[in-house]
Every structure is written in C-alpha cells, then in structure tokens.
C-alpha cells in the first residue's frame, strides 16, 4: 500500500494544479491533474446550449482537441459491454439523445437515455447545482440532440432518416463530400461521445470542462452519494470506501486496472475470504487521489515503452534526473564537461555533484523521497507494479553520481538542439544500452525488460547482468554487420559497460600490460595506419575493422594475417607512417611472452582499442592544429 499512500500524498502537495491545463513541451498536448470523480474521454462533437437551454451550435471535434475531463461515478468509471451506466453529463449519443431509437439507435433492456436523465436531473436539481449544469438539463431532456445535429449537418442519415453507419460510397448521391464525423470516428456514427457547453453572447464563459466550479459542484454532489465508511488500509481513517477503482491510467484507453476484483467465480479469493473488502479496503477519496497523481505523473515525467511504464517523481512533483537518462540529459541544466583527456571519473562526479545539488534547492524539502515504479499489464484489463522504490534524495542522488561516473565513457552519438553531434563523457542511456547490446531494431519488449532489469544496478549498486555486457562485447566485435554509425555508438557504449567493471580511464594507459589491452591497442594502431594510408575519399572498411570478431577470438593467428596487410600502406605512408610503425614495435614489446597467443580476447581489448585510437585521434588534432598555425 505504500506506493499508493506515497501517490496519495502527491495529490494533497499538489492541490493547486488540480483541474490547470498544462501543456507537454515536445507536442503541445493538453493533460491535468484530475479532480476526484472525474476522469477524461476522448469527444467526438461540441453541443454549444444557450443559457435558456436551447439548441445553439454545434461542431466536430478536431482530434488535437478532443480529450475531455468529465465527471464520473463509479459505475460509469468501469462500464462495460451492455451494463448501463451513464457518465453524468457528457456522453455518447446512446446516453445522451433522448431521440435515440427514433433514428435507428437499437436499445436493449434499460432505456440509457432514462438512467442518464434522470441522474443529470438529479444533480441539477440538488443543492449543489451549478446554472451551466441547469442549461444543459433544460436542453438534454427535450430529446432532440441527434435531430439539431442532423439539421446542423453534423450527423448523416440515409434516406429512411436513419443514422447512417461507416461511410460509404453509395452515400455520395446524398451527400457531395465526406461529413467530417466520419473522419473523425472509429466506428459507427452511434457511437459518437458528445460533449456540452454554454453559450453566453453578454460574456465569454468558459468550457464546461476546464470550469472549477463546475468541478466542485459534482464532487460535492457526488461525495452525498458514497458508501458507508470504512477503514482505509492506506491512511488508517475511517471514509467512505469504494470497490470500483479507475483505469485509463496509460492513456484514455487504457482498460487495465491496478486494483480489481470482479471476479466472484471462486478464483480470485481461493476460500481464503468472502469478499473484496476482506482482503483491502481503500477509501473512495484515496482510490481516486492516488489515481488521478498517477496519471498525471505519467503524462507529464513518464517514459512509456511497449505499454510498460517507467516513472521516477517526488511527493513535491518537481522535476529530476530519471534513472534511465544519460549523463548528458542529467546535466542539460549546466554546462558541458569539456571533453580531453583529463576528463575523469572524479571530474565528472564533481560536475554530477554540482548539477544534482541544483535539483536539491529546487525541490521544497530537503527531507523530500524518492520515487521509482514500473507498472505494466500482461492482459487487457491487469496492470502490475512490476518494481517500486521509495528513497531518500540523498541517497538516490549518491547512487545516480555513482552510476554517472563509474559507468562512463566518452560519447559522440548524442546530437544537440541544432542537429550537431556533441561528445559527451558519462553514462549511455538504459535505452541506448539495449540497442548496443540487441541492436537497433530490437523489438520493444526487449528494450523494457533491459531497462528493468538494469534499474536495480542504478539505485541500488547491483552489477551489472553479465549477459547483457557479453552480448554488447560480442556485437561491438563485429562490426561489419553494421553500419559505422551504429558501430561507433557500439563500441562507445560496450566500453562504458565494460568499464564499470574495470574501472579503467579512458586517456590511454601506457603502462598497462594486461594482454587483451595490449592487443586492443594493436588493432586500433593498425586501423589508424590503414586509414591514414588510404585517405578520406576511401570510405571501406580497413583490414583491421573487418578482421575484428576473428581478431577477438584468435588474436594471435589474425594478427598475423592483419600485419602482412598493413605492408603496402606503411609503404604508401613512407616517413610519415614511421611513427605508427613504430608504436606497433613498442606494444608488441610489452607483451610477456607467453600472453602472446591464441586465447580469446577480453572485454579489455575494446577499452585498450578505444582509448589507443582516441590518443592517436587527438594526436593527429594537435598536429593539424600546428600546421594552420604555421602556414
């Protein structure tokens, strides 16, 4: 119960942006912290009623605008199939048109337009009715909503005046265009969800829903209406208490639900209890607090990936470092380390240090937790908490400089916002690990389990899978079987893997006599001297690229044949390969005698291969750099 006590709590810090549209900075979609009973539907048409109650206008709704915050009973939260349960203002035409049957509408044992009816009746006619509310009643209860659509071309009917279904050609000869409803429906035009406003030409009123008064007048309504009180497992109190709990969690949607039991077949309480109530009780009040934070978090931190959830917030919902972010995303706030060779561990923890302590002041406690969850659903109508955590700042920050800084490495795949690739040193993305160690075309169930299984190595200091390091290792040794890009982002993110094993830096060790380090330098001197050999305008493979995966596993005998190849370009080179030439001379020299063989290559190689060619990549910078400056 504690993360629900925890999401609870959020809600209560955060009653201030209850029903404020916010907007989501990459593609301008509209989302809220709900009220309590309400929730939101995706709307089909706009009915504009004057304050009289009579029909004004009418409009289809345009998708990007279609999402709707409506109230909601607990019926009509978890309605499904034939079960009539209406929504207590906005609605679909089934619910909503009294003239419903008259234009070919079927109903099947309860009239839908009579239970909707009379619960809008109801609340407009109890002491915490709202006027727009009165209007719109005045309005719904004539039973002419689909005939003042059809007379306002919203709705197409055939020529038997019955709503016509899926748009067909045939209906060409009635109407010279497609009717926009059409464009904007996914099944048949009965199933349109209407939405209802007031319309007021002595003043602009707002939309009856993003209205707060309007929202208070159903939840004052509504909380008459609850259940008798029991005790709440999650705050000890004694409320009102409900066994009907929210879904669309994920999206408008979603059908899974976190807490459910409906099933009384026998199954879901094993002889153990007689009922729901038995196993938990949880108020009303709380179910619908802790619902409502949890979608809101999602639409507005969440990272979603094959319909599993990864979500990290605090109970101030100030925004933080998510576990599963690369280092470069965790410092966009401040400046770029600069990228040389005396960047290091120690450097960039400092760096980590000064960007996380600027998270801290932020955030309104300095005793504010931490919270991590993972929720996914197996079935349509199951969701799971498949992994939560509940942390001190401190100590989640001191785990996040930890991983940031351990497992690091120097970078070139990230772009900036003007679409130039930037070099960053830190930790690869749990994503971006996926795709390393899988490939880019990876199916999506994949990448989330990694990312699963790769949180607990983050906030709680776990090593990590070695399946997931070997299959990098493995792929970055063959790098034929892709393109360079995807090759170099690879190699960069297997080093990083590697070396929060290894713990190695990545400015070149000269002094290092570890065999596969050694061995890794060769190779990387090798692919340098071919290169330089054969010019920019060459753009294949070099011998040493291509016998790579051989090299990994038979370094000894692929050498050979690697070396006999470099002949022709040390020629080629003439005095300026000299030094290439003989730094391979000095390696080889350091190696003992008895290492120089045929047993595969550790992961070390690819750190001994990345650091070896980074030197002579910045070695070549500084020599061009002279030149210019001697010209």
Not at 1 to 14: F, R
Not at 119 to 128: E, I, K
């Amino acid at each position: 119960m504690s993360w629900l006590l925890h999401l609870y709590e959020t809600y209560e810090a955060n009653l201030d942006r209850v029903g404020v549209i916010e907007k989501k900075k990459y593609n301008e979609q509209e989302y809220t912290l709900l009220p309590i009973s309400h929730t939101t539907q995706t709307a089909h048409i706009e009915v504009l009623v004057t304050e009289e109650g009579e029909f004004h206008f009418a409009t289809v709704v345009d998708k990007s605008d279609a999402s709707t915050l409506i109230p909601c009973t607990e019926d009509s939260a978890s309605r499904a199939g034939s079960k009539v349960a209406p929504y207590p203002l906005h609605d679909k035409l089934s619910y909503a048109a009294g003239d419903y049957t008259a234009y070919g509408g079927e109903v099947k044992k309860e009239d839908p337009f009579s239970a909707y009816i009379q619960q809008l009746g109801d609340w407009a006619s109890s002491p915490y009715a709202h006027p727009k509310v009165q209007s719109i009643y005045t309005y719904v209860r004539k039973g002419c909503l689909i005939q003042d659509l059809v007379r306002s071309n919203i709705l197409a009917v055939d020529t038997n005046n019955k709503l016509i279904g899926k748009w067909d050609k045939k209906y060409t000869d009635l109407y010279r265009e497609k009717p926009a409803i059409f464009s904007v429906l996914a099944g048949e035009q009965e199933s349109a969800f209407v939405r209802f406003t007031v319309y007021s030409p002595q003043q602009q009123l707002a939309k009856v829903w993003k209205d707060q008064a309007v929202y208070d007048s159903f939840i004052h309504y509504y909380n008459d209406k609850l259940g008798d009180e029991r005790l709440c497992y999650v705050t000890g109190n004694q409320l009102p208490a409900t066994s009907k709990h929210a879904n669309k969690i994920r999206n408008a949607a979603d059908k899974a639900k976190l807490i459910s039991a409906n099933d009384t077949s026998g199954f879901t309480y094993r002889g153990r209890f007689n009922d729901s109530a038995e196993v938990a009780s949880i108020s009303y009040d709380v179910s619908q607090k802790a619902h409502n934070a949890l979608k809101w978090l999602i639409q507005r931190q969440g990272k979603i990936i094959d319909q599993r959830v990864f979500l990290v917030w605090t109970n101030d919902a100030q925004e933080i470092p998510a576990p599963e972010e690369d280092t470069l995303a965790v410092l966009r706030r401040r400046p770029l380390v600069q990228q040389r060779k005396s960047v290091t561990s120690d450097v960039l923890a400092s760096e980590l240090a000064k960007a996380l302590g600027g998270y801290k002041n932020e955030l309104a406690s300095s005793r504010s937790h931490v919270n991590l969850l993972i929720l996914d659903s197996a079935t349509t109508g199951r969701m799971a908490v498949l992994y939560y955590r509940h942390m001190e700042q401190q100590q989640y920050f001191e785990k996040l400089i930890q991983w940031h800084s351990t497992c690091a490495w120097l970078h070139r795949y990230r772009k900036d916002e003007d679409g130039n690739y930037v070099a960053f040193y830190g930790a690869p993305a749990t994503q971006d690990i996926a795709y390393a160690a899988y490939g880019s075309r990876v199916n999506d169930k994949v990448v989330k389990g990694l990312m699963e299984r790769l949180l607990p190595c983050i906030v709680d200091g776990r090593a990590i899978p070695t399946d997931i390091v070997n299959s990098a290792f493995h792929r970055a040794s063959n790098p034929v079987s892709m393109d360079k890009w995807e090759w170099e982002k690879t190699l960069s993110i297997t080093c990083a893997l590697l070396n929060k094993k290894e713990g190695y830096p990545v400015a070149l060790d000269k002094e290092q006599d570890d065999r596969s380090y050694l061995f890794g330098r060769l190779l990387a001197v090798a692919d340098v001297l071919e290169r330089r050999a054969l010019g920019s305008d060459e753009a294949r493979s070099s011998n040493a690229i291509r016998y790579m995966n051989s090299f990994s596993q038979h370094p000894e005998r692929t050498w050979k044949t690697i070396q006999a190849s470099l002949q022709p370009y040390q020629a080629r080179l003439g005095s300026k390969g000299y030094y290439l030439s003989g730094l391979i001379d000095d390696i080889a020299s350091r190696f003992k005698f008895d290492d120089f063989n045929n047993k595969p290559l550790t992961g070390k190689y690819l750190l001994g291969f990345y650091s070896q060619r980074h030197d002579l990549f910045q070695k070549k910078d500084k020599q061009e750099q002279v030149e210019e400056a001697v010209e």
